[in-house]
């Protein structure tokens, strides 16, 4: 579950912290209720920058921290598009223990240097047994738009690309792209045929 961008927990006014708190308490317990394992997962970005990033990842530090078990065991933070790269998130998981998501169209606009192989690896790292398999944001740029507007219909030589990079990974992709099931359905035929047949 992903829930929306209001959720900051290192947000600096302390009404918007404790209502992201609370939301997600409310998406763990839906998670909970559903009696899914602890391999589902709640995915959020690390937040604002305020000025002044080390403070802010330190300030979603201490937050996490606090927070209740039953949020921590199911969290996981992802990278982001513009202030938090694959590096910064991997800072704030080895402080936190929470995994890293890896997005890969994200990293493609806000890398921190690593080809999307080794980005990739680093996050799985993050992943331990009881957190289940490694999840991947994967979309892609939607031609002639802004950039970061995700893909109306999968890109096939784009998916192909970073089904190389992620070879020999065992990887939960879920797929970001407007008209879902089509472009689910391109992406499985994808991996099922041909030299990415996983």
């Known amino acids: 579950m992903h829930p929306d961008q209001f959720v900051l927990l290192n ?3 302390r009404r918007i912290v404790e209502s992201s708190v609370r939301e997600l308490e409310y998406h763990c317990r839906i998670l909970d209720l559903m009696l899914l394992p602890l391999t589902a997962k ?37 990278n982001d598009d513009r202030s938090y790269t694959v590096a910064d998130c991997l800072e704030v998981s080895r402080a936190t223990t929470a995994p890293v998501l890896f997005d890969v169209f994200h990293h493609q606009m806000n890398s921190s240097g690593q080809t999307v192989r080794e980005a990739l690896a680093a996050c799985a790292h993050s992943w331990r047994n009881r957190d289940g398999v490694t999840m991947v944001d994967y979309s892609s740029q939607e031609p002639g738009q802004r950039d970061g507007r995700h893909a109306e219909h999968i890109d096939l030589a784009d998916f192909r690309r970073f089904l190389a990079a992620a070879r020999g990974l065992n990887l939960d992709i879920m797929l970001e792209i407007k008209d879902k099931e089509a472009s689910a359905l391109a992406a499985l035929a994808e991996m099922t045929s041909g030299p990415n047949r996983r």
Do not use: M, N, T, W
């Not at 305020?50 to 937050?63: C, H, I, L, T």
């Open 11 to 13: 947000a600096l006014d």
């Open 42 to 78: 709640v995915q959020i970005h690390l937040g604002g920058v305020y000025g002044d990033k080390p403070a802010s990842q330190r300030r979603f530090v201490e937050r996490y921290r606090k927070l209740p078990r039953a949020v921590k065991r199911r969290l996981v933070i992802e």
